[in-house]
């Protein structure tokens, strides 16, 4: 098959997934305003702490605002495309992975859709966010309109990163097959790390979220350029590559991995 008919079969996989979720109405405006309001509360306890406090280390409340935003936005892009590559472990212990390779399609391409998720109470709370904080800087002079579309690029390259990561982390699940808790720590708990300025971290960690696990380029490193001014517009370049290379180098892992799969399954 050609590359347009790969992307026409996903975009069927896609609209039949979406078909299927919105049956329940119900759940999932519900489950839309739960995941709303908690990641709104997680950012509420910094705001609460900036507001007496005026700035962490130099960071304003508007900064910080912009780095939890384009994290949320960047991870919502990523879950909303690819929440299943998140779920992968399921699919290794019942051995649901084996009706995939029996489909005449890349496993990955086939994984992809299985559920795809609408998540928006996170576009929500992410975007209000977003225009709160930049909208804030402009009024302050800090930043200008050109900040607009460069952070709607670092929100793409993020959720390639994110991708990235899951992806590589999803496929070590072909040796060990339970991966949660490895999940819980270069997903889960390095994102979050992140959604705060990495000046904030001893140098050990703040390297080990710019190398090992790079959510750092997702927000932090580029923010330095479009909302201060540092280091120069190679940045946006760099965080690009830095981008792709993740991208490629999980794909490979993952080609490598799939051909290590034992199937679980009864």
């Known amino acids: 098959m050609t590359m347009k008919s790969w992307i026409s079969l996903y975009g069927l996989l896609i609209r039949t997934s979406i078909k299927s979720r919105m049956q329940y109405k119900f759940n999932f405006f519900l489950a839309s305003i739960l995941a709303a309001l908690i990641q709104i509360s997680e950012f509420l306890m910094v705001a609460i702490v900036l507001q007496k406090f005026g700035?962490?280390?130099?960071?304003?409340?508007?900064?910080?605002?912009?780095?939890?935003?384009?994290?949320?936005?960047?991870?919502?892009l990523y879950r909303t495309f690819a929440d299943e590559v998140h779920h992968l472990e399921k699919y290794l212990v019942s051995g649901e992975l084996d009706q995939l390779l029996t489909r005449p399609m890349p496993v990955l391409l086939a994984l992809l859709p299985q559920k795809f998720r609408i998540m928006l109470g996170?576009?929500?709370?992410?975007?209000?966010?977003?225009?709160?904080?930049?909208?804030?800087?402009?009024?302050?002079?800090?930043?200008?309109?050109?900040?607009?579309?460069?952070?709607?690029?670092?929100?793409?390259?993020?959720?390639?990163?994110?991708?990235?990561?899951?992806l590589a982390t999803?496929?070590?699940?072909?040796?060990t097959t339970r991966i949660n808790e490895l999940q819980t720590i270069t997903e889960d708990a390095a994102r979050t790390a992140a959604?705060?300025?990495?000046?904030?971290?001893?140098?050990?960690?703040?390297s080990l979220l710019l190398i090992v696990v790079p959510v750092g380029f997702v927000n932090y490193v580029p923010s330095l350029?479009?909302?201060?001014?540092?280091?120069?517009?190679?940045?946006?370049?760099?965080?690009?590559?830095?981008?792709?290379?993740?991208?490629?180098?999980?794909?490979?892992?993952?080609?490598?991995?799939?051909?290590?799969?034992?199937?679980?399954g009864s």
């Not at 302050?140 to 899951?166: E, H, K, M, R, Y």
């Not at 999803?170 to 040796?175: D, N, R, V």
């Open 55 to 76: 700035a962490i280390q130099g960071w304003s409340i508007y900064e910080i605002g912009y780095l939890f935003a384009v994290m949320t936005l960047s991870k919502t």
């Open 122 to 166: 996170e576009v929500l709370l992410g975007g209000f966010l977003l225009i709160w904080s930049l909208g804030g800087m402009m009024s302050s002079g800090q930043v200008d309109w050109t900040a607009v579309p460069q952070t709607l690029f670092i929100i793409v390259t993020g959720a390639v990163i994110l991708f990235s990561i899951g």
């Open 170 to 175: 999803a496929t070590i699940g072909f040796w």
């Open 195 to 206: 959604q705060y300025p990495l000046s904030l971290y001893p140098r050990w960690m703040s």
């Open 225 to 264: 350029y479009i909302l201060r001014g540092e280091l120069g517009s190679w940045v946006l370049a760099a965080t690009a590559m830095v981008a792709l290379i993740c991208l490629a180098l999980s794909l490979r892992f993952w080609r490598f991995g799939i051909t290590k799969y034992q199937s679980a």
